[in-house]
């Protein structure tokens, strides 16, 4: 690797590159760097310089020191870019302690193990209610008739809002994590505004609606009646209401539809969890080490420190690449292989890792279950129709469309 005049090992790909991910040729990259500079530096790119942290043990290093590596939204955001869509977005996870601890002990009791139990039946339910319904022996899209209505119409539950308005819900979603090298320039930042004008006006009308009544379950109601969150600014509002949008359902939507190409690649383990439906929870572990449907999260250094042999500066800023940590061989074994068996699934970093670890990776858990439980009850298979259509971005790790077909067995 060449360096430069203080020994930076730099990174000689520019792996925030929308074509690695639509092309799907981002493994070779990776693998490189975690064998040659499981830390790098990249000293130009469409966001700016960065460092790159690729192996498993890095990552969560970084994670864990959160004292020196900030969320901060101020300081840059949990992005590659610098701020999102060009605006400062300070929401509680692109926060440090005390103001992140406060504002996640706001919304992590709607994940509590006990509504977990109370969202599981319905989650079932629903999910073979939609199995039921899906074509047999005809194309259809994927992505649209199962990954997102299913993550989706969960969110208008934990909001206790109609279902119909998902579609809504996606495109918020899908602006609110648009981070892109394409995105870089004044009309995408006012048209990104608009849309999340229109959110928070719709989302006002909620929290001012449960401003009157006594506290309930939903996230909104859990928001205005606490102290932490009951009175925030409109930004401070939009953000916060972005966040539990996309985290909602972005990743888990993404996991779901990954399932269609794992299996459709080892077509063995789909015949394990026949065998043995016990497996099932950790395959829900499993797609998500292997999709990584997070690609990255960034921190930014509060202060000169040392990782991995590298002297990192005050100011700079570390992206932490989740999808390269989850194909880490000293960890997982065989790392590009779909295992239902992996013995350490759970040890992927799909969900972060330390103080803002997914606040919902119990109720992803959940969905994806239900999801391959149905997918295992098929009577026949899902074949896909040709190559699905990859998100173009370096941040979330998905799909916008694939062609299936159920065919019978």
Not at 127 to 153: H, I, M, N, Q, Y
Not at 265 to 292: G, V
Not at 295 to 313: E, K, N, S, V
């Amino acid at each position: 690797m060449a360096t430069i005049a203080d020994s930076r090992p730099i990174n000689p790909f520019e792996v925030s590159a929308n074509a690695l991910y639509t092309e799907d040729t981002w493994r070779e990259p990776f693998a490189r760097l975690r064998a040659d500079a499981p830390i790098s530096w990249r000293p130009e790119s469409p966001f700016g310089a960065y460092w790159s942290v690729v192996t498993h043990a890095l990552v969560q290093e970084v994670e864990l020191r959160h004292d020196v590596f900030s969320s901060r939204w101020d300081l840059g955001n949990i992005t590659i870019a610098e701020a999102v869509n060009g605006e400062g977005f300070p929401n509680f996870i692109a926060q440090d302690p005390p103001i992140h601890t406060a504002q996640r002990r706001v919304i992590a009791p709607a994940f509590s193990p006990s509504q977990i139990i109370k969202l599981e039946g319905l989650v079932r339910a629903r999910t073979e209610k939609l199995f039921a319904e899906l074509p047999r022996g005809e194309e259809f899209d994927w992505v649209e008739r199962v990954s997102l209505p299913l993550t989706l119409g969960m969110l208008c539950i934990l909001f206790d809002m109609p279902f119909d308005e998902w579609r809504d819900l996606k495109r918020w979603s899908d602006w609110a994590s648009s981070v892109s090298e394409d995105n870089l320039n004044e009309e995408h930042r006012v048209q990104f505004l608009v849309q999340m004008g229109e959110m928070l006006a719709r989302f006002d009308r909620e929290l001012d609606a449960r401003r009157g009544q006594p506290p309930t379950d939903d996230l909104l109601s859990r928001m205005v009646h606490s102290e932490a969150m009951g009175n925030m600014e409109a930004m401070e509002r939009i953000a916060n209401i972005a966040l539990l949008i996309v985290g909602g359902n972005d990743t888990t939507r993404n996991s779901m539809s990954a399932l269609v190409e794992a299996f459709d690649t080892y077509p063995a383990e789909l015949a394990r969890l026949r065998t043995d439906p016990s497996l099932i929870p950790n395959a829900a572990q499993e797609i998500i080490r292997w999709q990584s449907p997070v690609t990255h999260m960034r921190r930014t250094a509060l202060a000169d420190t040392d990782l991995g042999g590298q002297r990192i500066r005050a100011g700079e800023k570390v992206v932490m690449w989740y999808i390269s940590a989850n194909r880490d061989e000293t960890v997982f074994p065989d790392a590009e292989r779909f295992d239902v068996g992996r013995d350490n699934a759970r040890r992927h970093i799909g969900f972060g890792h330390g103080i803002h670890r997914c606040v919902g990776a119990r109720l992803a858990e959940v969905q994806l279950q239900a999801v391959i439980d149905q997918i295992v009850k098929l009577p026949g298979r899902i074949v896909p129709q040709g190559k699905p259509t990859r998100l173009a971005s370096p941040f979330l790790h998905g799909f916008t469309a694939m062609p299936v077909k159920i065919e019978e067995a």
